[in-house]
């Protein structure tokens, strides 16, 4: 066994969970160049050779909690709970604007599949559920200019997704008018700019804070937390939220 070049936040003989950071593929994909760096074959390594089994998902740009199991057993168990909704994903996002409070967010969304990758996929698949809850837990006015704006206004959300879509938490800020910044798909070109500008910040402040779910062998419950990248936090200082950079 070799050393993970990753932050291990827990392992034992069914699981191992690392802080993913932002911009690192979980699966090699034929999209991108040969050789690219991916989690799956980072950990496959770690582990020696051993077969690894993801049962859960983070987009390229999205950082945080991720699982994986090490046998077939752990990863159905693991696979059906997701399934079933079961298990709690908590995420911290940074949006555009002065979000709600609190709200729901149900609103079903459409298969959204890749072209290159996936050329003979049907695109009549009607749109399946998804449901996100989220709460605002800050916000923040800077004096910088944005487009006929004169500052522009943040909030920090605490997102709690009840299904598991595909850019599910993206797509459905966007929804709402309040997509997350660094958001290149779905996110607004202006304040990105103003964040890789004036903060030297270029990614998805879409972060993936913890997991909450029974072990597939002990039934224990099990909360695992993924620390915030020491750039999110100096973000967080400079924005007047050094609060919630350990929560």
Known sequence: MSTLPLEILFQD???????????????????????????????KTYLGGA????????DRATSGVLLVAKNKFAAQRLSDDFAKHK?????LCVVRGYA????????PLKYQHDKKAEPFARDDKEPQTAVTA?????VVEL??????WPSARYSLLKAMPETGRKHQLRRHFK??????????NYGEGRHNRLLREHFQLNRLLLMATSLRFSHPSSGETMLLKAPLSAEVQVLFEKFGWSEFCNI
């Not at 298990?87 to 995420?91: A, D, F, I, R």
């Not at 609190?102 to 609103?107: F, Q, V």
């Not at 004096?143 to 006929?148: E, L, M, Q, S």
């Open 100 to 107: 709600p409070e609190s709200g729901l967010i149900d609103h």
């Open 13 to 43: 003989d069914d699981l191992l969970a690392v802080n993913k950071p932002a911009g690192l593929l979980v699966h090699p994909s034929w999209l991108t160049a040969k050789g690219t760096e991916n989690l799956a074959s980072m950990i």
């Open 134 to 138: 989220y709460q605002r837990m800050a």
């Open 143 to 148: 004096p910088i200019a944005v487009g006929k």
């Open 87 to 91: 298990v709690e994903k908590s995420y």
């Open 175 to 184: 929804h709402i008018l309040c997509p997350i910044v660094g958001d290149t």
């Open 51 to 58: 077969t690894v089994y993801t049962v859960h998902r983070l």
